[in-house]
């Protein structure tokens, strides 16, 4: 049997023949496909060898359920051992877990460090003791559109995988309909890095008891958008007890702004993404080291808040007036002000955003007086107006600019500032007036 075969009969993805049964390499991507490969066209398999990402879709595994899976020959591991690949994705296969459990233990003679399922059905559960004290080189794990048992109650039998868990880096588990995660599975991911749970159920209650002391204690990364979250404050509580957390996404749900709480944010975290999440007013208490906030997408009509480690502030799409006093953000680089009703910038502020590195105010309704026009202009002068200038700067009023943009309105001494020209020739008219009498 050719090691192609037994790699193929090491992942259970022996498939039914089908119109495409073969595989497809990409040369200049590395990446092979391969599609409801039968033991027929089982041939095709040897062109993916040079590949470094290797993607099957499609197949029946099921017949296989029986296969026994035992050590493999010193000369196979050898050869299995000098294989590049170093992600495999699977997808839309109906998966026995009795089987995974066995055949999982196989990717410890590869250097496959990514594994995906995406669109596939865990069907039954499988007995992970075959995984005792085996570890693996996958590092990042990821489950996009599946569905399988609750994790819930069955800590114990996930406890086998205990010794690869304890390295594992990512996990994402996307789009299949979490509710909840139990406190045991975080105890299994001391190293932890990145967390994906977004396109979920996930609800308020859901994360204090999934983020217990103890669970994920290096988490860095936790993504919750598109979910069923609503309480700021309930989040706050869920997430305290991630001493390490840095980067929190929970845009895309509904969150009310509660009543002031004690619950305090993770000093850690730096980079807050609250966009399209229904805001009508900013929420407190925010973070009160953040370096990264992004606001953007929702109803606020006034940001008064005071961040002295903000770096960079996004507040576009929402329906605000007049811009937040950049005094308040002594070491801010970039603010994005696209698409509010802003009309014009203070004079006052337009020295202070000509020393941030990206300013953008796209797509406002700006009034082109010579106050407001010349304000812009000056700003774009510095170089730091961002994309958008100046195709997308256009005059709201007077009527007679509407529809110009700011970047050609005049805004010249002699218009602008008619009176300090026109009195001085006044009074040198008046004195040759004068002299010649």
């Not at 296969?93 to 990514?114: D, G, N």
């Not at 509904?254 to 944010?265: E, G, R, T, V």
């Not at 229904?278 to 006034?302: C, I």
């Not at 812009?376 to 943009?405: I, N, S």
Request: aromatic fraction near 6%.
């Amino acid at each position: 049997m050719t090691v192609a075969v037994l790699l193929l009969l090491g992942l259970g993805l022996l498939a039914a023949e089908g119109r495409r049964n073969r595989c497809y390499f990409n040369r200049t991507q590395e990446y092979c496909v391969c599609y409801n490969l039968s033991e027929e066209t089982i041939g095709s398999l040897i062109q993916c060898l040079p590949a470094t990402v290797v993607e099957f879709q499609g197949g029946d595994v099921e017949k296989y359920i029986a296969f026994p899976i035992g050590d493999l020959p010193s000369s196979i591991r050898e050869t299995l051992d000098s294989l590049v690949v170093q992600k495999i994705i699977i997808g839309s296969v109906l998966v026995p877990e009795a089987l995974l459990a066995r055949v999982l233990r196989f990717f410890s003679y590869t250097h496959v460090q990514e594994l995906a399922f995406e669109s596939c059905t865990f069907q039954g559960t499988g007995n992970w003791s075959d995984m005792d004290g085996q570890k693996l080189p996958i590092l990042s794990l990821s489950f996009h559109n599946v569905t399988a048992a609750p994790l819930s109650g069955r800590e114990r039998a996930f406890s086998s995988l205990s010794r690869w868990l304890e390295s594992l880096e990512e996990l994402a588990v996307t789009g299949s309909r979490v509710t909840s995660l139990p406190c045991a599975i975080g105890r299994l991911l001391p190293a932890l890095r990145s967390l994906n749970l977004a396109q979920n159920s996930l609800g308020d209650g859901s994360l204090a008891p999934a983020f217990c002391q103890g669970a994920f204690p290096q988490l860095r990364e936790l993504s919750l958008h598109h979910n069923n979250l609503s309480s700021y404050h309930s989040v706050c509580e869920g997430v305290e007890l991630l001493p390490e957390l840095r980067y929190l996404d929970l845009s895309h749900n509904k969150l009310m702004a509660d009543p002031p709480f004690s619950c305090q944010w993770p000093a850690s975290l730096g980079h807050f993404n609250l966009s399209s999440a229904g805001l009508d007013e900013v929420p407190a208490p925010l973070p009160p080291n953040l370096e990264v906030l992004d606001l953007s997408h929702n109803h606020l009509r006034a940001v008064d808040i005071s961040l002295s480690s903000l770096k960079k502030l996004f507040l576009n799409q929402n329906l605000l007036q007049a811009i937040p006093s950049i005094r308040n953000y002594p070491v801010l680089d970039t603010l994005h002000l696209d698409n509010n009703s802003i009309s014009e910038l203070p004079r006052g502020e337009v020295k202070l955003l000509g020393r941030l590195q990206d300013v953008a105010v796209a797509d406002n309704p700006f009034s082109c007086s010579c106050s407001g026009a010349g304000a812009l202009q000056a700003l774009a002068a510095t170089g730091h107006l961002g994309q958008g200038w100046p195709e997308d700067y256009r005059c709201h009023r007077p009527a007679e600019y509407q529809g110009w943009p700011v970047a050609q309105v005049p805004v010249s001494v002699l218009r602008c500032h008619r009176a300090a020209v026109v009195a001085p020739l006044c009074v040198a008219l008046a004195l040759l007036a004068l002299a010649g009498a």
